[in-house]
């Protein structure tokens, strides 16, 4: 069983690298050959950025845990509080740089999706079935339109957030005194705005991914 999962894992993994590296038609014929259309792939991606999502969320989450408990640091190993801090930081870029790249994919699949599906309307030769074709069409575009907003929108928050922790790591790592945790606390205010911020902007993003995949 765990053989047969690796040797899954292991083909996913160099199938979604043909697609980055721009190697979409050997990418979607290899998924053929396994049965797997544009549109099963687009729902399999949409999935992993919506569990990556979740995932970002929750260590966005303990990274802004973490940096409350400045509030009552009142002396204590502070480089081991630096650590913890640095630790929490790399999680959450790691994790940003995950989200953007499924977002990549789901953008480049969708669009390959989308002029297959307008390209093949236009062999259909029943007019009724034509017209409900691009009905259907519409309304996929408009939920897929609705969702890649949201996406974006949480993704684009990240790297700011990303930015102003960075800041923060940074001055503590080269600042481990009591004057840098007076300072840190007078700022810390701001960051927590912005990862509440963010945090609501992914639950929206992921409801929003769990409204397509029910739908598309």
């Not at 765990?2 to 292991?10: A, G, H, K």
């Not at 979409?24 to 998924?31: D, G, L, R």
């Not at 740089?97 to 969708?110: G, N």
Request: glycine letters at 4%; one cysteine or more.
């Amino acid at each position: 069983m765990l053989n047969t999962y690796l040797r899954y894992v292991l083909v996913t993994t160099l199938l979604l690298a043909m697609i980055t590296c721009g190697c979409q038609k050997a990418y979607y014929a290899a998924w053929e050959k396994l049965g797997k259309e544009k549109r099963h792939l687009l729902k399999d991606e949409v999935k992993e950025v919506h569990n990556e999502q979740e995932k970002a969320a929750q260590e966005f989450k303990d990274v802004l845990t973490r940096i409350k408990e400045i509030y009552g640091f009142t002396g204590g190993n502070l480089e081991k509080f630096y650590n913890k801090l640095h630790d929490d930081y790399e999680a959450c870029e790691e994790r940003a740089d995950a989200v953007h790249k499924r977002i990549e994919s789901v953008e480049t699949i969708s669009q390959d999706l989308f002029n297959e599906w307008d390209k093949e309307i236009k062999e259909i030769t029943n007019e009724n079935l034509k017209s409900k074709s691009i009905q259907t069409m519409k309304d996929a575009k408009k939920r897929y339109s609705r969702l890649h907003v949201t996406m974006t929108k949480a993704s684009k928050k990240m790297n700011p957030v990303l930015k102003n922790l960075r800041d923060y790591v940074l001055y503590l790592k080269h600042n481990l005194n009591a004057q840098a945790v007076g300072t840190l606390k007078q700022e810390v205010g701001e960051i927590e705005t912005e990862v509440e911020s963010l945090i609501t902007d992914i639950s929206v993003s992921v409801k929003e991914a769990e409204d397509f995949l029910k739908k598309f």
